[in-house]
């Protein structure tokens, strides 16, 4: 049973615009963290949150932010979509250390 | 940076036979972790290994933490098995970053 969610399941959008994406956990984990799947399914890292504080911020471009109200959600957005960006955005969440969980993930097309 | 290089690349298999993941890490990590993601897009942790074995049904996997590789063992493969599999490690000590390697594509046939 998946208890790392995230919406929505599918995004698409045109260039420029603005997208967010929801995610929570109920697993009442302090850790939480966001990749990006290509289209050769590379998994990235882009950020972590340990209780609701940025503790990992790879090199992203600065039109992608996260952000986090409480350690149960990280949301993340895009200021202004670029054609790269088209991918999965998989949203996780972990112990400090431990086994991570995922969401279904948010599928980004940008035409 | 930290890598984690992953092998094979793609991997084909007939029902019944058995084979091996390997990955391997340029530094120390504390912990590594085993997904299956399937056909869906869904990333399944099969393994979290901080040293030694584990075992779970046709699946298996050993992780050296002082030669800085870990493995997977499949044994029978069913077509159910078919899917990506990645290997993660880290975070290492007091950090947060978990990397994963580039995955395996396994197929297994009839």
């Known amino acids: 049973e998946t208890a790392v969610f995230q919406t929505p399941n599918y995004h698409v959008t045109q260039v420029g615009n603005e997208v967010s994406f929801n995610c929570k956990q109920t697993?009442?984990?302090?850790?939480m963290y966001w990749y990006k799947q290509d289209s050769k399914k590379l998994l990235k890292i882009m950020f972590s949150?340990?209780?609701?504080?940025?503790?990992v911020n790879e090199t992203v471009p600065r039109r992608f932010s996260p952000q986090s109200s409480d350690k149960a959600h990280l949301n993340l957005r895009i200021k202004s979509v670029e054609p790269e960006d088209s991918a999965v955005y998989l949203c996780?969440?972990?112990?400090?250390?431990?086994?991570?969980?995922f969401g279904a993930g948010t599928r980004l097309s940008v035409l | 940076g930290d890598q984690v290089e992953q092998s094979p690349s793609a991997l084909s298999l007939h029902e019944g036979t058995s084979s091996a993941l390997r990955c391997n890490f340029t530094?120390?990590?504390?912990?590594v972790q085993w997904f299956r993601q399937n056909s869906r897009g869904s990333l399944i942790n099969l393994f979290y290994?901080?040293?030694g074995t584990k075992e779970n049904g046709r699946l298996k996997s050993a992780f050296d933490s002082k030669e800085l590789y870990s493995t997977l063992h499949i044994r029978d493969a069913q077509l159910e098995d078919s899917g990506t599999y990645f290997c993660?490690?880290?975070?290492?000590?007091?950090?947060?970053?978990?990397?994963f390697g580039s995955g395996t594509r396994l197929l297994v046939s009839p």
């Open positions: 949150y340990n209780n609701k504080q940025l503790i």
């Open positions: 697993l009442g984990h302090d850790t």
């Open positions: 996780a969440s972990s112990t400090t250390g431990g086994t991570l969980y």
């Open positions: 993660a490690a880290g975070p290492r000590t007091g950090g947060y970053k978990v990397v």
């Open positions: 530094t120390t990590t504390r912990s």
């Open positions: 290994l901080a040293s």
